[in-house]
């Protein structure tokens, strides 16, 4: 069965890093776009970043551009999303998709398929 499992949430002070990972199961990474979102209590949730099937092509959005960087490891069958800077206001779980595709497509423009659990994000002092 396909599947894909968010790690690494935690809690952490302002200012702080982590990096989440996304481990697929079942596929390889090589043939799927991947993108992280992310949703708070009581707000709709939200794309945070995405990279698309050859890695050659990322997105972000304007809240954690900058801050925020997605890479993915294909010996690992894993993508990461390295969070520097964080601030309260990314407080939220974060799961990671999945999307089969066959070219090189804007991973920010589709729907996915492949949903993890997600994995909780607090950052609070």
């Known amino acids: 069965q396909l599947q894909v499992v968010e790690s690494g949430g935690g809690l952490v002070q302002p200012g702080g890093s982590l990096r989440l990972s996304c481990a697929a199961s079942?596929?390889?990474?090589?043939?799927?776009?991947i993108g992280w979102f992310r949703q708070a209590p009581g707000k709709e949730r939200e794309g945070v970043s995405c990279?698309?099937?050859?890695?050659?092509?990322?997105n972000y959005s304007d809240s954690v551009k900058g801050r925020f960087t997605i890479s993915r490891d294909s010996a690992q069958n894993t993508v990461y999303l390295q969070m520097n800077s964080l601030k309260p206001e990314d407080t939220a779980v974060y799961y990671c998709a999945a999307r089969f595709v066959a070219a090189e497509i804007m991973c920010n423009t589709f729907e996915y398929d492949y949903w993890g659990q997600g994995t909780q994000v607090t950052v609070s002092s």
């Open positions: 990279i698309s099937y050859s890695g050659l092509t990322t």
């Open positions: 079942g596929f390889s990474l090589e043939y799927f776009a």
